[in-house]
């Protein structure tokens, strides 16, 4: 009887299960209302920190913007959950938070990660997103990188190899001048001692 009762019911009950996951859906708060309710603009002067956790709440995916934390050294935002991702991202923009330190946005199938310039980032952990390209060369400090498990994503190691050459000629020029800078002390000490040798000279004519 079960089983004839579905056959009999099975699209109108899947369409108003469809239905319900669609207004569930539509009900979730954005990973962007979540950010500004947590940290209004009144308060952005005094965060030091912005994190997640998973928790009992789910978000609707979408995109997040990360902007004009003057103060700003951390973020944490860690996505996975049990049963589905708790945090899902299409697209992360940070940009105006001079002195982050460190970035953790972890599992939350993240697309897209764009940053303005960073220089006090040390440590880039994008793990277990969908990313497929990353520019790290916004951050000269940069120690610790992990963008493990992004499946479409090629380690940036042009972008390694590039800032490694581009400090390498750096250096090479330092060189370079510290030699025209050593040459030009010992012109300067050979002709200083010629001209305490003429003077001795001249004192021992006199």
């Not at 089983?3 to 979730?28: G, T």
């Not at 950010?35 to 005094?46: F, Q, T």
């Not at 998973?54 to 935002?77: A, H």
């Not at 025209?180 to 003429?198: A, I, P, R, T």
Request: charged fraction near 30%.
């Amino acid at each position: 009887m079960e089983s004839e009762w579905w056959l009999i019911n099975k699209d109108k009950v899947l369409k108003l299960f469809f239905l319900f996951s669609k207004i569930a859906y539509n009900n979730m708060t954005k990973v962007q209302e979540w950010l500004n309710d947590k940290y209004p603009s009144k308060a952005k002067s005094e965060v030091k920190k912005i994190e997640f956790w998973p928790s009992k709440e789910i978000f609707s995916k979408g995109d997040l913007v990360i902007t004009g934390f003057p103060n700003l050294e951390t973020i944490d935002i860690f996505g996975y959950g049990y049963i589905k991702c708790h945090f899902p991202l299409l697209k992360c923009k940070i940009k105006n938070c001079p002195k982050l330190e460190e970035i953790r946005i972890m599992s939350c199938q993240m697309k897209e990660f764009v940053t303005d310039d960073l220089p006090n980032l040390i440590a880039l952990g994008l793990t277990c997103n969908n990313l497929t390209t990353l520019d790290i060369s916004k951050y000269p400090r940069l120690a610790y990188l992990n963008c493990a498990k992004n499946s479409n994503l090629s380690f940036p190691l042009q972008t390694l190899i590039q800032k490694i050459k581009d400090k390498e000629k750096g250096l090479a020029e330092l060189q370079t001048e510290l030699e025209k800078e050593k040459n030009k002390n010992k012109l300067l000490s050979e002709q200083l001692e010629f001209k305490v040798e003429v003077d001795n000279s001249k004192n021992f004519i006199k």
